[in-house]
């Protein structure tokens, strides 16, 4: 199974970019999706930001990750 998680563009350099994921950063690759932009939400996979997504979409999908885990934990 393959599971890509949405992140927050912070930076960019060149086509790399730095990504905030649950308060945690990571350099992702923009190769297949180099319209990204600054604070563009990106879902991420491999490495790669892999298609810009809608700022609510990513929300709603990280508050999920977020209830999944809390009830993992209990």
């Given at each position: 199974m393959c599971l890509a998680i949405p992140a927050k563009i912070i930076s960019i350099d060149d086509n790399i970019a730095e990504v905030e994921i649950a308060g945690v950063t990571r350099k992702v690759s923009?190769?297949?999706?180099?319209?990204?932009?600054?604070?563009?939400?990106?879902l991420v996979h491999a490495g790669f930001a892999i298609q810009v997504i809608d700022e609510e979409e990513a929300l709603k999908t990280l508050e999920?990750?977020?209830?999944?885990?809390?009830?993992?934990?209990?």
């Open positions: 923009l190769d297949l999706a180099p319209e990204a932009k600054l604070d563009d939400y990106v999920l990750f977020k209830e999944i885990l809390e009830h993992e934990v209990s």
